[in-house]
């Protein structure tokens, strides 16, 4: 992305359309590796979740360990590749509506010889956003999918909810630290984040270490 942005003058609004035109074709190419890429993590995820499941259902009885096992996945995982696909698809997309916006922004603003250079920086720095960008969605939705897929067997085993767990160490948010070690049902998300007022599970929103360790009911 950063290489289609900066084959051209930052900040002419004559090459907007011709960026804006490159950069949603790009989104539409990337659609069969964001399948590939999403249907690999997906699967790498979910074997790891049912590993984990199994490890820790050891002392369950044999139903309920095949309960576990035949926990319908499919329809959730199916979700999650939609979203993740798109998700992908969102970044060129993302920073043509930001190489438009800051090249308003610098025609607005042409008299002033300072921010036009500003501006002209943060168009060439659009591959690196982007870039950004690309890393948290990874580190977000590969931590969302093992979140999403713990409830979706812990809801077909009966499971009330879970207790939140985080990663521990001093990078946890304090919103999450006081969520350490409270019961959340799986139908009540907290608020994860008090500044938006965001609700989320464990593991569900942007940036997020933390887990849910289910409550499993008794045999």
């Keep these: 992305m950063g290489v289609l942005v ?17 950069l949603q074709r790009y989104a539409e190419a990337l659609t069969p590796w964001a399948e590939r890429t999403a249907a690999e993590m997906l699967t790498e995820v979910n074997r790891r979740d049912e590993s984990a499941w199994m490890q820790n259902a050891a002392e369950l009885s044999r139903a309920l360990r095949q309960e576990i096992r035949t926990a319908p996945t499919g329809a959730t995982m199916q979700a999650l590749m939609a979203e993740q696909v798109t998700l992908i698809k969102s970044i060129p997309l993302d920073a043509a509506y930001r190489v438009h916006k800051l090249t308003i922004e610098g025609i607005e603003g042409i008299e002033d010889s300072t921010r036009a250079s ?3 920086k943060a168009i060439q720095a659009s591959g690196d956003v982007a870039k950004s960008r690309a890393d948290l969605i990874a580190r977000t939705e590969v931590a969302r999918t093992a979140s999403t897929l713990t409830e979706a067997r812990a809801l077909h085993v009966g499971s009330p909810g879970y207790f939140w767990r985080t990663a521990g160490d001093g990078d946890v948010r304090e919103d999450h630290r006081e969520l350490e070690g ?6 009540q998300p907290p608020i994860a984040d008090k500044r938006t007022g965001r609700r989320a599970h464990a593991g569900c929103i942007y940036g997020c270490r933390c887990y849910p360790e289910p409550v499993i009911p008794e045999d």
């Design 6 to 22: 900066n084959g051209f003058p930052p900040g002419d609004p004559g090459v907007l359309p011709t960026i804006e035109q490159l």
């Design 118 to 120: 500003e501006i002209s």
């Design 182 to 187: 409270q019961f959340i049902p799986w139908d």
